[in-house]
């Protein structure tokens, strides 16, 4: 049994600045690539960045220069600091994980999300 769970979301303003983290635990082997998706009103859930077991990471065009995701392999957590947020950030951010565990069963995982609303 695998668990990711988020936290961090919240309500800023525009132009300010969230952390949010994300934690697996459970019969977890190894941890490959993570990433943070996000899903706005009314619209379909996009990935926003991803970082690979090596470190290598990608982002969306929208959140380039704002967005950095970082991973920490011994707490088994992934991040997402998020500056000089906008109004169109307002969403909702999943984390995933693609894990092997103990039983060498490797697949995706999801968190349940973290909601994110930027607002004056």
């Known amino acids: 049994q695998v668990q990711l769970v988020e936290s961090g979301g919240g309500l800023v303003q525009p132009g300010g600045s969230l952390r949010l983290s994300c934690a697996a635990s459970?019969?977890?082997?190894?941890?490959?690539?993570m990433a943070w998706y996000r899903q706005a009103p009314g619209k379909e859930r996009e990935l926003v960045a991803a970082?690979?077991?090596?470190?290598?990471?990608n982002y969306a065009d929208s959140v380039k220069g704002r967005f950095t995701i970082s991973r920490d392999n011994v707490k088994k957590s992934v991040y997402l600091q998020i500056n000089s947020l906008k109004p169109e950030d307002t969403a909702v951010y999943y984390c995933?994980?693609?894990?092997?565990?103990?039983?060498?069963?490797?697949?995706?995982?999801w968190g349940k999300g973290t909601l994110v609303t930027v607002s004056s």
């Open positions: 995933k994980m693609n894990i092997r565990t103990v039983f060498q069963f490797e697949m995706d995982y």
């Open positions: 459970g019969s977890i082997f190894r941890i490959n690539a």
């Open positions: 970082v690979t077991s090596g470190g290598s990471t």
